[in-house]
């Protein structure tokens, strides 16, 4: 394959997106659009490839879609959602406009909830879907007001169902069934590493089970925040106090959906460091989101081995972040 020259940025190359059925089959016109998202060769400077896998293809602009339609899917499914209750999920980011979009077209009321100072732009793409939504203090994961615990009692009181990305294994199963299943279809042993971002980990724990059964070989790479505990839980480090300004990258402990055992990494990437390269990456005509810059940060150093084919998860656009990519 023709190499990139040293510095441009040709992305021209774009493969097809596999031909399968999505997981799971979807008859709807919207939700139907999710999945098969295309692989584009990213021109680094390294003598490696890169190829960035557009996640924010699908419906609502992230990666996010594919987590709300399985889980939500898979949860009708075996009955623990009926209807009679609302879907209720916690998320300042991506996770609530994707499940208020699913709950919007199957007709299932839904309510989000998340932290006091999230996004107008944030809040406001949940509700235009339809969503309830509630604000909660911005307080630590221990506080009895947190976000999480407040989706958790909702669901409670009005008899709904609580999805819980953060605890439940739906999430990195629903990669492992579908994402992965993409990447073996369009790279398949191609691949010498993947990157992606961890926020829950789910996407980059189901796509390594699941690419490590057929090519054990591959190199996954998490990346994380760098005053996160994702990396220290990983490495057997002490925990750092958690401050990380990158929505979708980072966590103040392990959680339950990210599979450690299928990851060879996780490395660590300052939040200015991806704000610039988000802005870099903008300026040159890809809109992308800081977790995914983050992501492309990591590549680059893999990329300086020539037989290097590194796949970059890129999770979501830049539609969000324009406060960030301005610069502000």
Not at 16 to 28: K, W
Not at 203 to 228: F, L
Not at 285 to 309: C, F, H, K, W
């Amino acid at each position: 394959m023709e190499q990139p020259v040293a510095g441009s940025t040709d992305r021209s190359r774009i493969r097809d997106a596999p031909t399968i059925a999505p997981y799971p089959e979807c008859e709807d016109p919207i939700l139907g659009r999710t999945g098969g998202t295309p692989i584009v060769e990213y021109g680094g400077d390294g003598p490696g490839r890169i190829y960035c896998k557009l996640e924010y293809e699908n419906p609502t602009g992230s990666m996010k879609d594919r987590v709300a339609l399985g889980m939500i899917s898979s949860m009708r499914a075996n009955g623990d959602i009926d209807g009679e209750g609302p879907v209720v999920e916690a998320s300042s980011g991506n996770t609530g406009g994707a499940v208020a979009l699913v709950c919007a077209r199957l007709g299932l009321e839904c309510e989000i909830t998340f932290p006091e100072g999230t996004s107008g732009q944030k809040s406001g793409y949940m509700e235009a879907y339809g969503a309830s939504t509630r604000p909660c203090p911005d307080v630590a994961s221990g506080h009895e007001d947190y976000y999480h615990r407040e989706a958790k009692r909702i669901a409670e009181k009005t008899g709904g169902t609580f999805l819980n990305q953060y605890e439940n294994e739906l999430n990195p199963q629903v990669h492992y069934e579908w994402t992965g299943e993409e990447v073996l279809e369009q790279l398949g042993g191609e691949v010498t590493h993947i990157v992606s971002p961890m926020g829950t980990g789910g996407t980059v724990s189901g796509i390594a089970r699941r690419v490590k059964e057929e090519y054990p070989e591959v190199r996954v790479i998490g990346v994380d925040g760098e005053k996160s505990n994702i990396w220290t839980a990983f490495h057997g480090e002490e925990p750092v106090e958690y401050d990380v300004a990158v929505e979708g990258l980072g966590k103040s402990e392990r959680l339950p959906t990210m599979w450690f055992e299928y990851i060879d990494d996780v490395r660590a990437v300052a939040d200015e460091a991806a704000f610039e390269r988000a802005r870099a990456e903008a300026r040159d005509g890809l809109l992308i989101g800081p977790s995914s810059a983050a992501a492309l940060e990591v590549a680059d150093e893999y990329s300086t081995d020539p037989e290097a084919v590194v796949l970059t998860m890129v999770c979501d656009n830049g539609d969000q972040y324009f406060d960030v990519l301005n610069g502000s």
